[in-house]
């Protein structure tokens, strides 16, 4: 099988070849193809993902190349994890909503609308062509932020798409230990969307342990995902940990304007990874990378890829999804991340318990938002965009929502075609 990664030279592909390496058994691959228009990144990746794969003695091997045509021709599923702007554009979404007194985030809030208006479209461009090359029946596997919107846009346009996330796939790493299960005996009842979501219910065995980890682990917990513990007890449930920019706001916005920004920590690592990735005695996935984030993103995305073209049964993965009925406060062509069945004929959202008012209410207006986002992401214009911030529960005022446009557009203004010069 051939697997293609566009944004092959990111310095999470390591990652993502060492989980490969993991799981010679289970997923049949035997090419790899890293695609990234950034010759020396990719071909640094390229080179030390050979050295990984050959130490764990893998048959699969890398290569390289900038054209996106000759990677995905013959793939079974194409990976796609961009960042169009880079690190500089990062910078930019984790900053600029500050001067309003807002939280400055690369997926969610202003930032996260930045991220969207960017990358939607070259998202499309590429499924496109993916499409025409690899053919109808290629998988498209998202792993590009904002994921919900990315993977929304993907599956409105028709294309066989399911996005991912390393959130929940963490949490339930986490609570096996905590709990001293096996890890594939623990089961999630993952509520919500992308980077807003909620453990409800932590399954061993068919036996819910949620109780359990708040009433003897929830220190360590809260401070996992910074959320205050006797709210943890209340709500019976654990966030995600980006739960903390709409229930913590102006606490992470006060940190945030004495921090330095993530964008400048990653752009320190990526430099220290790459330096790594050149030294041809280093054989094994070096320790810096856990500095670079996206834990067990590796074993997320072969699993999904493995359920996706193995041919076997259906397997359980919490994934990006449409909605179909799921939620009954939803439409049905809205993307939620929940745990579904997946096999060769794609995902399908396994059926949870009634949500809760207190959850459904901030999952149903983040979704409008979306819904606007991804407007201003298709057909631009900077009224879309004041629309959609106005929607947003992070923002939601007239005279904020204006002010972060109007940067936005400014900061923005070489990726947005519409914008002028």
Known sequence: MKLAVVGGG????????DGIAGRRSTLDVDEIVLIDPDAYRVEAVGDFSNRLLSHAGHPARVRTTSSLEEGVDGASAVLIQLRVGGQRARRGDETFPHACGCVGQETTGAGGLAKALRTVPV?????????KIAGDDTWIVNFTNPVGIVTRALLNEGHRAVGLCNVAIHLQRTFAHLLGAGIDDVKLVHTGLNHLSWERKVLVNGEDRLPELLAEHAEFLGEHVTAPVEWMRRMNVVPSYYLKYYYGHDEQVAKQRTERPRADVVSDVEEELLKVYLDPEVVTKPEQLEKRGGAYYSEAAVQLVHALTSGGPAEEHVVNVRNEGTFDFLPDDAVIEVPSLVDGGGPRPIPQPPVEQRFA???AGVTAYEHLALEAAIKGGRDRVADALLAHPLVGQYTKADQLADSLVKINREFLPWAGA
């Open 361 to 363: 209410g901030l999952i």
């Open 123 to 131: 998202v499309l461009d590429i499924a496109d062509r993916v499409r």
């Open 10 to 17: 990111s310095t999470y592909t390591p990652e993502l070849i």
